[in-house]
């Protein structure tokens, strides 16, 4: 999969923008993470990617191919979401296999298929159990295995770790990120937890009220947040008010009064 480019697209409900005229380029590879408090307007902008909502302005296009009107299911995506939406009475060989069925990939090439996919999340082992007895964890490796079976040009996650205890959340947080790196498959991930969001990216989106505040690397925006939004998002951080009396733009602190 190539590059995905958001040339100024803008998502309404009524009258609301819940994406304001979002415009960014996302490169081959990249891990980049949408990263913003609840209601901000991060699952509408994958939805939109992923073809479930159309905007009402703008074009997405993956490589120079616009994609507006091409349904979810022929856009090769793979998809993680909070709640693990995996069938409970199907074991996990067969969860694995479900999105390969619909692809007409011959039955031994499924087999090889859902057990690589199902070692690089470790859980091999389990093949044979159902869902409804594992944990959290371990359904949550079910579904991302699932998602990246179909060889997906982009992968997209949408709070996958919400509802895993916190020590878990870290283990898995760097499994997603090691396997990302793996596959090199281009990840939107999409979190309202700062930490994780600085853990796993490789450039992070940071949102609010529809609205991209700042694109930029995790050590950026925590060193030089673009605004008052971004600094107290983000945490810790000393808002000291000036008034500005000279830049220079090699100093990084404007000399103020
Ligand atoms: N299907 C919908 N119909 C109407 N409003 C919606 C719908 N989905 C989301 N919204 C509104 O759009 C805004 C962004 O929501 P959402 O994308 O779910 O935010 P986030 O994922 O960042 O929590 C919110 O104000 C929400 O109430
Ligand atoms: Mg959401």
Do not use: W
């Amino acid at each position: 999969m190539q590059k995905i480019v958001f040339d100024h697209v803008t998502k309404y409900f009524g009258s609301h923008k819940a994406v304001n005229d979002a415009h960014f380029t996302i490169q081959e590879g990249e891990f980049f993470t949408l990263l913003g408090p609840s209601g901000c307007g991060k699952t509408t902008l994958l939805r939109t990617i992923a073809g479930f909502y159309r905007q009402e302005e703008g074009d997405i296009y993956f490589g120079d191919k616009k994609i507006n009107d091409v349904p979810t299911h022929q856009r090769n995506i793979g998809m993680v979401f909070q709640n693990y939406a995996i069938f409970p009475h199907m074991t996990v060989f067969e969860n694995v296999c479900y999105g390969l069925k619909a692809r007409n990939v011959s039955k031994s090439e499924m087999q090889q298929r859902a057990m690589e996919a199902l070692e690089m999340v470790e859980l091999a082992h389990l093949k044979d159990r159902v869902p409804s007895d594992m944990s959290g964890g371990q359904q949550q490796r079910i579904a991302l295995a699932r998602a990246i079976v179909i060889r997906p040009g982009l992968l997209l996650m949408d709070e996958p770790l919400s509802n895993l205890d916190a020590k878990l959340r870290v283990k898995m947080r760097s499994d997603i990120r090691r396997l990302q790196k793996e596959l090199n498959i281009t990840t939107i991930y999409v979190t309202h937890d700062q930490e994780e969001a600085l853990a796993v990216s490789d450039r992070i989106a940071v949102m609010s009220e529809g609205v991209i505040q700042q694109i930029a690397t995790p050590e950026d925006i925590y060193a030089y947040p673009a605004n008052r939004f971004v600094s107290n998002f983000i945490g810790t951080s000393n808002i000291i008010e000036g008034h500005c009396t000279g830049y220079d733009e090699s100093a990084h602190v404007a000399a103020c009064s």
